[in-house]
Each structure stands twice: as structure tokens, then as C-alpha cells.
């Protein structure tokens, strides 16, 4: 922001409490003279009449209305100027939102219809709602919010907004455009404070009736809660119910070291590093394509795991929480999910193997309807594979050219013919006919996920009798022997957990065990 808008954030004048309906609007706008201006000129041209001139004249004490000094400034009651009723535009949805008239009726909810005053808004659970004032500033509802337009003004002469609405419940994000010629007026009632602006980038949350919190990302914001009045300025916070309304610093963005760009498994297991002072995030994720919010959260610990409803690419939003409950600046990182379909299971003797044989042979969950891709290398990074093809058969044969170590993995194909993530890479080692190879018993794999202390809990439904009890079998490791499991078709599915609240399902549709 420039030293201009500054001046326009951090000078105006404060805001009559919104809540205690004024019987006549206070506010002053300080006009600059402009070169050839007079009152007659400054009331044709912004003000409701030229009437009010005599007014305009006694009050900033002018002996001529027709010379006026260039640079000095006119004190204008807001109240004078001219001003149309003006509209919100609803500019984004996505989830569960609703809108109710004035009269309680539920309103439809159409991308670029405009809502009067008296229009109450609110959102569901992981839902978002954005809406668009005359003068281009946003003011968007995030999950769980309650909010009533209620007096809502243009002036056209300025471009200027008057915005007041009430919180009920929930937290709003809001971007008020500066306006260098007279500072619009946006104010957020909560049922214990009053938020208000000039032009700047804030937060404001209802956490409980006697509990707001105001966080100032860009200019200043003036809150008022009962007597008490604080400036926040840039980079500050104010809530009430902890700090007796006095701003505190805000958490630095989150450096979210130990993020990865690209995740294969469905919730990716997001962690990163806390920093000194960071008691908690709030995280949101959204579709990069539309930007519509896909989940929103909050959590004491270094770690999401949100469960994402498809494969694409995502935008990952993290802020910091100190202790006071305030919410800090925003990191943002782009996140792909790669997650399906899921590689097949596979039906072998574990990651590593031994044989004499110098025949590969791979059986697994592909079929023509359920089609793989298998590679098979020399070395565990394939970069120049022997076998790089289609898998359509639960059991597949490859005659290897020679003795050692080869490396092979598989990946389901997708009904778009895309793939999928690989499975893990089986190691199997080829010896010498003298050699006596370690031959372990038959398995049933998954695949590994990237966390510690996982617990893996294989259910097997019979597909002739899919009403029955499932079968249940619990293991460290995504490794089932096969002399321990039933015999028959089943669908199949794979609980991924642990001690920490993650939470992963992989679903096959059939599996054969001989």
C-alpha cells in the first residue's frame, strides 16, 4: 500500500457504534480543496443539495463560499453527501450456504445476484461464501457463519461505501479497497464488539457473545467493545475476552517445512515443523481450478490430515494461532493429490524375495476389467526398465535374462487410462541353483503409508454373501499371510490408522484368495 492509502486507512475519523442506530450520521469526511473549487462546486458535486451550502459554510467558518484556499480542508458530515441504497453481489459459493429475506423467507442463491439490505447469510460445515460490494471490496463468510447485511450505502459522487453488517456467529475475511477521495465506512458488528475500517485487509470472529477477535492483515482497524476503543493497527490483533481488547503482535506465517508438493495416499499426511509461539493453526484447502473450499479446520498440532474428495490439484492454506486464540498471516502452498485409483494388492512372499528361478511371476488383484501397469528394472529408480506394460491377469509370467537383484512395481490403471500411484517396489533377489534361497511363506500386500505406528486392518466381505460379518485381520505392517485368511471372493478393504486421528480406507471391488 502506498503512503496515500495510509494516510486514508490511519487518519479517518472512527465510526458511531454500529448497534446503537444514530438518529443522525456523525461521521465527518475531510475534503481537500481542489484548485477552482467552491462550496457551490463541493455541493453540486457531492453533497444531497446545494442547500446545504450556508450549513457547509458556517461550519468550517468560510467568509467567502466562492474562494476557497487549494490544499485546505472542508469538515463534510457524511450525512450530507450523496448516497444510493446499495447491494451485495454474491461473487462465490461453494458447500452448504443459505440466505433468508428480511421476512425470514429462504432466498435462492445465484452467482451475481445482487442482495439488499437485511439479507441474512449463512454457511455449513467446510462452505464458503464471498460477496462483492459496489466499490470492488470482498467480504467473505468462511464455515459455520451467520451474517446479516444490514445498512448498506453508495456514494456515487466518491465511489465510497458505507458497509455495516452483524456477525452472529462464525468468522468473516474481509479486503476493503481504499478510497483516496473519502474513506469508505465498513463495519462488523459481533455481539460483544464493533469492528470498523477504512480501507484494509482484517479478520473478524465471534467465538462466544462476550468473545471477538479483530486481526489486521493490511492498514487499521478501530474496534470498539462496550466503553473500551483500540486502534489495531497492521500485523496486531485485539480480543477482548483475553488481552482486554489491547492489540498483540500476530504469529508470523508458518514456514511449513516438510511439505511436500505431491501426495499419493487420501488424506495426505500433512506435517511440518512448529516454531516458537505457535499454539495452533487454522488450516483451508481449495480446488486450484475455482477456488471453492473443499475443507477448513482447526487444530492444536502440527499436522492435517483432510480428506480430499478426488485426484487434481489443490491450494493449501496454513496460519499460525498464538495462545491468545489470535490468528497470524497466511502461508499458502500448492498441494496435488495423486491418490487413485490405489495399486493392486499383490499376492507374494513380501517386499523381498529369493528364488532360483530365474522366472518373475506376479499375481495380484488386475484383471481385464481392473487393468495394471508393471515395470520391472534392474534398479529401484526404472530408469531403463526391462518389462514397462499393461498387467490384465492375476497371474503373469516373466522369464528374467540372467541371475541378481531386480526390482518390480505395480500401479492401477484408472477408467480415464491414467495411472495411478505405484505400489511399493518388491525386491527380488535371482540365485545360483547351489545357493539355498529364503523362501518365505505367501502374503497378501498393500501398500506402505508414510507414517509411524500405523495399524492395518484388513476386511474381507464375501461377495456371495456381501450381508454377512466381515472378516477382520489387524497387522503392523500392510502384510497378511495367506494360510491365515479365508478362502473365496471378496471385496475388499484396507483401514489405515493410528494414535493420532489419521484415517485412510483403500476399497477393491474383488479379490480371489486360492
Known amino acids: 500500500m502506498n503512503k496515500a492509502m495510509l494516510l486514508a486507512v490511519c487518519l479517518a475519523p472512527p465510526l458511531a457504534l454500529a448497534g446503537a442506530a444514530p438518529a443522525a450520521d456523525s461521521a465527518i469526511w475531510q475534503y481537500r480543496v481542489q484548485a477552482g473549487d467552491t462550496l457551490w462546486s463541493v455541493a453540486s458535486q457531492h ?149 470498523t475500517v477504512r480501507g484494509t485487509e482484517f479478520r473478524v470472529r465471534s467465538a462466544a457473545a462476550d468473545d471477538t477477535a479483530a486481526e489486521v492483515l493490511r492498514g487499521k482497524v478501530n474496534v470498539r467493545d462496550g466503553q473500551q476503543e483500540v486502534d489495531v493497527p497492521a500485523g496486531f490483533g485485539s480480543r477482548g475476552k483475553s488481552d482486554g481488547g489491547q492489540p498483540e503482535a500476530l504469529p508470523a506465517a508458518p514456514r511449513l517445512a516438510g511439505l511436500a508438493p505431491r501426495y499419493d495416499f487420501n488424506p495426505p499426511p500433512l506435517r511440518w515443523r512448529a516454531d516458537a509461539g505457535e499454539a495452533g493453526y487454522h488450516l483451508a484447502l481449495n480446488r486450484a481450478s475455482d477456488g471453492a473450499l473443499v475443507q477448513e479446520r482447526s487444530g492444536a498440532a502440527p499436522s492435517f490430515y483432510p480428506l480430499l474428495p478426488d485426484n487434481g490439484d489443490y491450494l493449501l492454506t496454513i496460519r499460525a494461532v498464538n495462545a491468545a486464540g489470535l490468528e497470524g498471516f ?28 530365474a522366472v518373475l511371476a506376479v499375481r495380484s488383484t488386475a484383471d481385464a476389467a481392473h487393468p495394471a501397469w508393471l515395470q520391472v528394472a534392474r534398479d529401484a529408480d526404472f530408469r531403463q526398465p526391462l518389462y514397462d506394460g499393461r498387467l490384465e491377469r492375476p497371474q503373469w509370467q516373466l522369464t528374467l535374462p540372467d541371475q541378481g537383484v531386480w526390482y518390480w512395481r505395480a500401479a492401477s490403471i484408472g477408467a480415464d487410462g491414467r495411472l495411478g500411484p505405484y505400489g511399493d517396489v518388491q525386491r527380488l533377489e535371482v540365485t545360483g541353483w547351489l545357493m539355498v534361497p529364503d523362501i518365505r511363506p505367501a502374503t497378501l500386500a498393500g501398500r506402505r503409508y508414510p507414517l509411524s505406528g500405523l495399524r492395518y486392518t484388513l476386511q474381507l466381505t464375501p461377495l456371495e454373501q456381501l450381508a454377512a460379518t466381515p472378516f477382520r485381520f489387524a497387522a503392523a505392517q500392510p502384510l497378511w499371510l495367506l494360510r491365515d485368511l479365508p478362502r473365496g471372493r471378496f471385496a475388499v478393504t484396507i483401514h489405515i490408522d493410528d494414535d493420532d486421528g489419521y484415517h485412510a480406507e483403500e476399497q477393491y471391488p474383488s479379490l480371489t484368495l486360492p
Request: proline share 8%.
Open 47 to 195: 453533497l444531497l443539495s446545494p442547500g446545504y451550502v450556508p450549513q457547509l459554510q458556517a461550519q468550517n467558518h468560510i467568509a467567502n463560499p466562492y474562494r476557497l484556499s487549494s490544499g485546505s480542508v472542508l469538515n463534510i458530515p457524511y450525512a450530507w453527501v450523496k448516497q444510493d441504497t446499495a447491494d451485495a453481489t454474491l461473487d462465490e459459493m461453494s458447500g452448504q450456504v443459505a440466505a433468508q429475506g428480511r421476512n425470514g423467507a429462504a432466498l435462492d442463491l445465484v452467482r451475481g445476484q445482487r442482495y439488499v439490505s437485511g439479507t441474512r447469510f449463512s454457511t455449513g460445515r467446510d462452505s464458503m461464501l464471498r460477496l462483492r460490494f459496489r466499490d470492488g471490496s470482498m467480504l467473505v463468510l468462511n464455515a459455520n457463519t451467520t451474517l446479516t447485511l444490514e445498512n448498506q450505502a453508495y456514494y456515487p459522487s466518491t465511489g465510497a461505501i458505507r458497509s455495516q453488517s452483524r456477525l452472529d456467529q462464525g468468522s468473516t475475511g474481509n479486503s476493503v479497497i481504499p478510497n483516496l477521495l473519502m474513506p469508505s465506512r465498513y463495519s462488523i458488528q459481533t455481539p460483544s464488539a464493533v469492528t
Open 330 to 357: 497466511d502461508s499458502s502452498r500448492p498441494l496435488q493429490l495423486h491418490a487413485y485409483p490405489p495399486p493392486p494388492l499383490l499376492l507374494a512372499s513380501g517386499p523381498e524375495q529369493q528364488q532360483r528361478g
